[in-house]
């Protein structure tokens, strides 16, 4: 009975990394295969999968659509491809008159190659951008003035406002509004009390209440595999102390962690219907995590977010507001990736940065399990990944393959079947390499 819940998550882990994948290849092969066609290349085969077919259809336009066995990627075969990663096959070729050729993606003209082929990464950007401004859009931007949708469930020591209050003024400080700059200045101007003077209008009267500390330690999100995710903290779960010291802000505990050193920290955490405090013992991890100013820089941490003692209530935002967002936040991932690959290389920060498949599949149930917005969220995330690591300049990957096709349109000719074969090779075991690389630290990285 004990393997249960264990077969549950596994199975929960599994079915999440497979849905986020099947989702990101099938957006990145319907790119080639859209662009494709309306360029007039023929696809012969769209699969979602690898290995034995187990369902298939042929459309009007003589594609065979089919879903295979492994759902672990996917491919669109074009008309004189050799295999799935596109490869001539000079047999087929062969055997097309003119007008034929001109429907493959070699006899194709130079411009719709390209196009067809940088069509994948830039729609796995594309989902990005919509899946964020579609979160954008249903969470909203945080009312001016703060008002108070709901308090959070906070333990009975905590002084609690009221649904509609208008928040005026914390603690003496007044509240800055919708200016980000102004809030850190904000946040280090409030008193450092468990009990704050609220000054809010509530039922149309301005009138002083006691509140409490803006900022509890009060878990809003874990990070996958973390230390606080490992040993089953929740979302809701408030930080009442830390090796016997009473704690009330999630600044006092963000202290004891970064200077903790690594060492095992006693916690007791009160959580909703648990009826007495529960003790969790667990020790900070090292990350390295983006700097404002650039670069990286190495933190003690237990994986875990933040936020106001309250729920704040939103308004609606544009969808012109909301593709802007989704834009901003796709490139914050694209540059924090490419900048965190140069450290790695460069040793700047740990290779154990560097996830493979074990670690993606693990991270993909663990956001699944904090419920659908995390886990839209980390598909959105992953896409923009997957994107960018096409693009990289490798023979096999779609970058490789624009290199090809730059180098053609300065050379005025294609690389020769010998070189690409040779490129193709070395190229594929590059990937090879990475992807044992990466698996190795999903098994051995802490």
């Known amino acids: 009975m004990d393997l249960l819940p264990q ?3 596994i199975f929960q882990t599994l079915v999440a990394f497979v849905v986020a994948l099947s989702i990101i290849v099938a957006i990145h092969e319907y790119g080639h295969y859209i ?3 309306l360029s007039g290349i023929k696809a012969e085969v769209f699969s979602l999968g690898f290995g034995p077919v187990l369902y298939s259809r042929v459309d009007r336009h003589g594609t065979r659509w089919q879903l295979a066995a492994l759902p672990f990627g996917g491919y669109v075969k074009f008309l004189g491809d050799s295999d799935a990663a596109s490869g001539r096959s000079a047999e087929a070729m062969t055997d097309l008159d003119e007008s034929d050729r ?3 993606m070699h006899g194709a003209p130079l411009w719709a190659r390209t196009a067809t082929v940088a069509a994948g990464p830039v729609f796995n950007f594309i989902l990005s951008i919509i899946v964020f401004a579609g979160l954008f859009m249903v969470r909203g931007d945080v009312a001016d003035p703060l008002t108070v949708d709901e308090m959070r469930p906070l333990p009975p020591s905590y002084a609690m406002l009221e649904p509609g209050d208008q928040v005026l003024e914390i603690g003496g400080v007044p509240f800055p509004g919708a200016e980000d700059e102004a809030f850190a200045d904000f946040d280090e101007a409030v008193p450092l009390e468990r ?6 209008i509530r039922g149309g009267e ?4 006691a509140g409490p500390y803006p900022y509890p330690p009060l878990i809003t999100q874990l990070a996958p595999n973390s230390a606080a995710y490992d040993i089953g903290m929740k979302p809701g779960d408030v930080i009442l102390a830390v090796d016997g010291d009473d704690i009330f802000a999630f600044a006092q505990l963000k202290d004891r962690v970064e200077g903790s050193e690594g060492a095992a920290l006693a916690l007791k955490v009160w959580r909703e219907g648990a009826g007495e405090p529960l003790d969790f013992a667990l020790a ?3 990350v390295d995590e983006p700097d404002p100013e650039g670069g990286f820089r190495t933190e003690w941490r237990i994986g875990i977010a933040g936020g106001m003692a309250f729920e704040p209530a939103t308004e609606g935002v544009g969808p012109l507001t909301a593709v802007g967002n989704g834009v901003q936040q796709t490139w914050r991932i694209a540059e924090s990736s490419i900048s965190g690959l140069w450290h790695m290389i460069t040793g700047a920060i740990s290779t154990c940065n560097m996830t493979g498949p074990i670690g993606i599949a ?3 149930g663990a956001m699944a399990s904090q419920g659908a917005v995390s886990f839209i969220w980390f598909v959105a995330a992953l896409s923009t990944a997957v994107g960018l690591l096409n693009l990289f300049p490798i023979p096999v990957l779609d970058g490789g393959h624009l290199v090809f096709f730059g180098y053609e349109a300065v050379a005025g000719k294609p690389p020769s079947d010998f070189a690409l074969r040779m490129l193709m090779g070395a190229g594929l075991m590059l990937i090879l ?3 044992v690389f990466a698996l190795t630290n999903d098994v051995l990285c802490p």
């Not at 009990?195 to 809010?200: K, M, S």
């Not at 301005?206 to 209440?209: A, D, K, L």
């Open 7 to 9: 077969f549950g998550s």
């Open 35 to 37: 662009i494709g066609r």
């Open 102 to 104: 001109r429907k493959t």
């Open 433 to 435: 390499s990475v992807m």
């Open 362 to 364: 693990q991270t993909s």
């Open 284 to 286: 900070p991890r090292r």
């Open 195 to 200: 009990t704050l003077d609220y000054r809010v």
């Open 206 to 209: 301005t009138r002083t209440v």
